[in-house]
């Protein structure tokens, strides 16, 4: 319940938004406490270290992922962490690239897939999204993923995330039709890295394009 502004009746408000409005209540606490970061944040220009191009799913969390404190993931985060090649569809993920590469200097790009993802399951669950929805448009970008895996004979549970991975691969190779990517990586100065997250056990895979195999993030930096 809650006053209307008006001197009324008290109003309903919606369960959910009520959550939100205690999750906001926590935050403002945290804020208070933590008010010279806040601030710090406020004024300061933006300075992430990395480009994240996830999944839009509730579940996965990258700041939680990776520990990252605000200001530190500049994120784009869309139906199956896809990325339409240059010059298609799409611009908002272009565009957010090029801000990311070119005016606030991010020289790390992850695209990182997950286990368990919904929308590379669409298609293997029969596309029931609608023909010529902008969901089943979207989904599309899938379909090369889809294609080498069902050519590789995989099939049953692993299907789904072996899918998932090879969606990685075909995203990072859409990312290099970027030439402000593509040049950079050429360059040096830009490392690109195809990860997954695997939500049943809560680590993190990463792809390694010298020998193809997926890797447990952890032994990388051991």
């Not at 970061?37 to 839009?56: D, H, N, V, Y």
């Not at 099939?155 to 998932?164: M, V």
């Not at 490392?191 to 990388?220: I, K, T």
């Amino acid at each position: 319940m809650g006053d209307d502004g008006t001197g009324g009746a008290p109003v309903e408000i919606d369960a959910d938004i009520a959550d939100a409005i205690e999750g906001h209540k926590r935050f403002r606490e945290d804020f208070l406490r933590d008010r010279a970061f806040f601030e710090a944040l406020a004024t300061a220009k933006q300075k992430p270290r990395l480009l994240w191009i996830g999944c839009s799913d509730s579940r996965v969390v990258p700041a939680q992922i990776t520990g990252a404190d605000p200001g530190e993931l500049f994120e784009i985060r869309n139906i199956a962490n896809s990325v339409p090649p240059a010059n298609s569809f799409d611009d908002s993920v272009g565009a957010a690239i090029e801000y990311a590469v070119l005016h606030l200097g991010v020289d790390d790009i992850v695209v990182c897939g997950h286990t368990g993802c919904g929308g590379v399951a669409a298609l293997v669950e029969g596309d029931s999204v609608g023909e010529t929805s902008h969901l089943s448009r979207w989904i599309d970008l899938t379909r090369p993923a889809h294609a080498l895996i069902k050519a590789a004979g995989v099939t049953g549970p692993a299907r789904l995330d072996e899918t998932a991975k090879a969606h990685v691969q075909f995203q990072i190779d859409n990312l290099m039709t970027y030439g402000i990517v593509r040049e950079g990586v050429e360059r040096g100065s830009i490392g690109v890295h195809g990860w997954l997250y695997d939500m049943r056990e809560g680590r993190l895979l990463a792809y390694d394009p010298d020998d193809g195999q997926w890797r447990d993030l952890l032994s990388l930096g051991s």
